[in-house]
């Protein structure tokens, strides 16, 4: 029999620990769909734990006795050595996204908020080093470190419309989750050069159209109507124009601009007198751009075609965001259309385990065009488990939730790397004879927009719907993706790995910014993962920040849902207005009105409707910082109680007041959890303790009285 390998390659596994054997030195891998691999740890084998951008190296490799417990997922990536009539992998660095009592770091409540924050900040200097955001500066392709390349240096150079929209985007989400000023300063600044330098307006048609760039040179500049790449060439495709959107309307998210809402629905008029097959239903991929006609001959192969980005890619670029600043029912309506064409067109199971992405205009299957063929984009398939979703969450339609089921149930076995963890990229959609594999297309690298699909996919049918193989699901892909996508040297998110988590530095995909990577993604991913983490998974409270203008939303209504959630599941608690507490809220339709006439800085806080803890704040001109409990604390809302303590210890008060009068219990962990937050308060700071009924009295004594009670207790104020 022929030997198949008999040579040394290294690579990694990743998977759950089943055992560890400390005379053997080695652990027992269970990888996701069950298979186990005996790990080896030598003398050089090193562990670290998955950081986020900022933190320090954790070093964990004398503690793998202590690590290595039963049920703790983990990448190890080592050598296999041809041996004893088989293969011996000894793993040379273990990599682990957590510790004991934390499990997965990145379900910390501030974990996305501090990424998002250091991604944005990333892009912000590469673009404008000197700090002043002049999109004129602006330069689509950055290298490695963030700087601008060679050739885009020089005095010519073309902007491209949607990747200034995308960093518009990353830059106002950055903003909605730590109320920065230069972020929303870039973004709206941003927003204005593109109405000015790439917005076409046919007032007589009351439409807005999108340029696909500009030339810019010292001499002035040039628009670029049709696309100028291969597939597109000579047309207006409808996806330039739907992303074009994606800045804009999440800046509207928090300002109200009115140009911008007016802008956002005359290019809904364009995709509706232009694009739109009233007949077939569906949206045509391309125009021609003299004509505007979608069937027109000198349109060549993109000639009367629909596909995934021009049905799809509305939901989640501009119109779910457009209904969440608006409440408006013809945006609702015209999602839930596109929910119903994507159920009734793109399933093809009897051929496939993967959707159908192109049509022609009748609906039936081009499997021949260009690059395509009958191909699969693994992302598409979980953009649209995901989006799915969210549409079913405000127009409930059970045709949606098993399309969406069925695509998380099927994925795992076709598109993930179910030894080395991730999400692969691009794939064969059907197996040739003798064949047991689905065909990768050109290479089995993964890119960074694909693993962020498969996270917010299961993430939001986990948080949705409770199923614990989603959440598992969920938590493997934000594993691979905060182990091997964060570059904690040159900042800012790599755009391929390969197969086993290396980074790929190659051609286009060794750069930070390109035509198709520009911050949008990456900042989508982390304000989306916040959300379904923070409020439907773990329960625990979120801020939010908005700065309407003064004339903004049309009703004076700001509305405040992070996304379309399951309704009831969470609420507003809390509302500040130029940091001030205000009252005028609706905490069940998450909705403030804001005062007449001014400019205003708002922050909110949403917590979870159904957790069995509430909490509330106040830093009072006093100097009092007062922390409301309500409910009950078990040990699975210690978390929450740390966040809240956090916030308290930065607030720098006088004294910090924990109003319990309405806290019916707490457990022994969130006892150790105040005594702690106690040790960490200056000498001269007051703790006190107002309102504890006689259970929480009781649990305080105790610990008063091992800890030198340095508690304050007051029955009232």
């Not at 997922?73 to 011996?88: K, M, N």
């Not at 075609?305 to 608006?326: E, M």
């Not at 304000?527 to 003064?550: C, D, G, H, R, S």
């Amino acid at each position: 029999m022929p030997e198949i390998m008999k040579f040394t390659v290294s690579d990694s596994i990743a998977g759950y620990v089943v055992s560890y054997d400390e005379d053997e030195n080695s652990f027992v891998l269970r990888t996701t769909d069950g298979r186990d691999f005996t790990a080896y740890v030598t003398s050089t084998t090193s562990g670290s734990v998955v950081r986020n951008f900022g933190e320090d190296y954790q070093d964990v490799s004398g503690e793998f006795g202590d690590m290595l417990y039963p049920g703790r997922y983990l990448f190890a990536y080592g050598i296999y050595y041809p041996e004893h009539g088989g293969h011996r992998f000894e793993a040379k660095q273990i990599l682990i996204p957590g510790r004991p009592g934390r499990e997965y770091v990145f379900e910390d409540a501030s974990w996305w908020v501090s990424q998002v924050r250091a991604v944005a900040d990333f892009y912000l200097r590469g673009q404008f080093p000197d700090g002043n955001y002049d999109w004129r500066n602006y330069r689509t392709k950055l290298t490695l470190a963030g700087t601008h390349t060679p050739d885009y240096v020089a005095p010519d150079f073309r902007q491209e419309t949607d990747t200034i929209s995308r960093l518009v985007y990353g830059l106002a989400t950055a903003y909605l989750l730590t109320g920065q000023d230069r972020f929303l300063d870039a973004a709206e600044r941003g927003t204005e050069y593109l109405r000015e330098n790439v917005r076409g307006v046919r007032e007589d048609e009351g439409v807005v159209f999108w340029f696909h760039g500009v030339d810019i040179s010292p001499n002035g500049q040039r628009k670029i109507l049709a696309s100028e790449f291969g597939d597109d060439l000579d047309a207006i495709p409808m996806y330039e124009q739907i992303y074009a959107l994606a800045g804009p309307t999440q800046t509207y998210r928090i300002t109200g601009d009115p140009r911008i809402l007016d802008d956002i629905d005359k290019t809904v008029a364009l995709f509706d007198r232009f694009f739109r097959d009233p007949d077939r239903g569906g949206y045509f991929s391309h125009l021609e751009p003299v004509s505007l006609d979608p069937r027109s001959p000198k349109l060549g192969h993109n000639r009367a075609r629909k596909n995934w980005n021009s049905v799809g890619d509305h939901a989640p670029a501009y119109l779910i965001n457009a209904l969440l600043a608006t409440g408006r029912k013809d945006l609702e309506d015209f999602l839930a259309a596109t929910g119903e064409t994507i159920v009734g067109q793109f399933p093809d199971y009897h051929h496939s385990p993967f959707v159908q992405e192109r049509f022609r205009e009748d609906w039936s299957h081009d499997q021949h065009y260009k690059w395509q063929q009958d191909r699969a984009v693994v992302g598409h398939n979980l953009k649209i488990a995901w989006n799915l979703t969210r549409i079913n969450n405000v127009r409930p339609n059970d045709a949606y939730v098993a399309l969406a089921d069925k695509i998380a149930e099927i994925m795992p076995a076709v598109g993930s790397d179910q030894q080395r963890g991730g999400w692969y990229d691009t794939m064969e959609r059907t197996l040739q004879p003798g064949q047991k594999w689905h065909r990768f297309v050109w290479h089995d690298r993964k890119a960074w927009w694909q693993q962020e699909q498969a996270i917010l996919a299961y993430l939001i049918l986990a948080g949705t719907r409770g199923n614990e193989n989603h959440l598992r699901l969920g938590r493997e892909a934000a594993s691979f993706y905060n182990a091997m996508f964060l570059d904690h040297d040159d900042g800012g998110i790599y755009f391929n790995v390969l197969a086993n988590g290396l980074p790929y530095l190659l051609g286009n995909e060794r750069l930070k910014g390109s035509h198709s990577m520009s911050g949008y993604h990456s900042t989508e991913l982390c304000y989306l993962a916040a959300v379904y983490t923070n409020l439907l998974i773990n329960e625990q409270p979120m801020l939010f920040y908005f700065k309407p203008k003064p004339s903004s939303f049309p009703d004076g209504i700001l509305r405040v849902a992070p996304d379309l959630l399951p309704p009831g599941r969470v609420k507003l608690s809390n509302v500040w207005i130029d940091d001030v507490p205000y009252t005028d809220f609706d905490k069940e339709k998450m909705t403030v009105r804001l005062p007449e006439g001014k400019q205003v800085r708002v922050r909110v806080r949403l917590v979870s409707a159904t957790s069995e803890l509430d909490s509330q704040y106040e830093h009072r001109d006093d100097g009092d910082y007062r922390l409301t409990l309500i409910g009950a604390i078990p040990s699975k809302r210690v978390d929450h109680l740390r966040a809240d303590l956090e916030l308290a210890l930065r607030a720098k008060a006088r004294r910090l007041v924990l109003l319990v009068a309405e806290l019916e219990s707490l457990c022994e962990e969130a006892i150790n959890e105040l005594l702690v937050f106690r040790s960490k308060v200056k000498l001269e700071q007051q703790v006190v303790i107002v309102g504890a009924n006689e259970k929480v009295r009781r649990a305080f004594a105790s610990a008063d009285s091992s800890n030198g009670g340095e508690f304050i207790h007051l029955e009232r104020e």
